[in-house]
């Protein structure tokens, strides 16, 4: 039988609509328009591609945004001064600083000049700090993004075991706390796997939840996956395809033709988990302008 496809950008949208009318409601009973500012250093293609898509995420949700876009070469200062200026300004209650950054910039200095309470992509130590201890706070947005899937797919997490591959500090590191918090759309037992495990098969074979972020195209193949798992694909690959206008085609980490079989539920790749990165920077703006995480 095959996988039950979760469609990411139908539940974006959906996101994506409540955030607009919550946002609407902040304006009319408090006066506050949530504002959004991007920061991007440099010409690397996807990461203006993703700038421009969050630009226009903002817009349709009739945010305040600005993005400010600096040259490769700018120092490190320059961009402290910039986020400074963002932290003082009134108007703006989430400031993302595209990444990666020029080998130049100390990106873990730039994320730490970020007032935490502004740090909309959750990579802040106090958030990062505060979601290990289930505090609330500011969460990495494809985290909460997968979590949202799997809330309204209707896939129980609640002991159920995740296998996530991959270790980076913007997915699989968030991801596995995230959902092993105790709460809604958690309380999992987690296993975090990664490129020095060796066979990885011994352990996302027993996943009921396998969410696949280490940046390897088709790399999940339908041996590694346990009948009727979910799957959750958060890579996004360029692999070259001749016949493709562009001389490319993306994939994610899993091979979606032999898993899709197997697995009971799969998102795609494109139109999973990367629309839902959006509504959630979306709903994390508006937690920021409505001011009510940091109460303790
Ligand atoms: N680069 C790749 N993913 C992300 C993200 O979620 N946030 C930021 N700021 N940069 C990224």
Not at 109 to 128: E, Q, Y
Not at 138 to 165: F, K, M, N, W, Y
């Amino acid at each position: 039988m095959a996988a039950s496809i979760i469609d990411g950008r139908a539940i974006a949208d959906a996101i994506r609509g409540e955030v607009r009318q919550a946002s609407d409601r902040l304006t009319s009973t408090r006066g506050i328009t949530p504002g959004l500012a991007f920061i991007l250093v440099g010409e690397n293609p996807a990461s203006q591609a993703y700038v421009r898509m969050k630009g226009k995420g903002c817009e349709e949700a009739g945010f305040y945004s600005v993005t400010e876009r600096l040259h490769e070469s700018v120092s490190e200062g320059e961009v402290l001064r910039m986020i400074d200026r963002f932290n003082l300004d009134p108007r703006i209650h989430g400031i993302l600083v595209q990444l990666p950054l020029p080998p130049h910039i100390r990106e873990a200095r730039v994320i730490r000049a970020i007032d935490f309470k502004k740090d909309v992509d959750g990579f802040h130590p106090v958030n990062v700090g505060r979601l290990v201890i289930g505090r609330p706070c500011l969460r990495p947005c494809t985290p909460l993004g997968i979590q949202e899937l799997l809330i309204r797919s209707g896939i129980e997490t609640a002991g159920r075991h995740v296998v996530v591959i991959g270790r980076s500090n913007i997915v699989g590191k968030p991801v596995a706390n995230l959902l092993l918090q105790k709460g809604k759309g958690a309380n999992a037992v987690v296993t975090v796997v990664h490129s020095a495990a060796g066979d990885l098969s011994r352990f996302t074979l027993q996943a009921d939840i396998l969410i696949a972020a280490m940046g390897r195209a088709r790399f999940v193949t339908a041996g590694m996956v346990k009948e009727g798992a979910a799957v959750i694909d958060v890579g996004i690959n360029r692999i070259s395809d001749p016949t493709a206008k562009s001389g490319y085609r993306i994939v994610g980490d899993v091979d979606y033709d032999g898993v899709c079989p197997k697995a009971g539920h799969i998102t795609p790749v494109p139109g999973g988990v990367g629309p839902m990165t959006i509504a959630m920077l979306l709903g994390n703006t508006l937690s920021a302008a409505a001011g009510t995480l940091y109460d303790d």
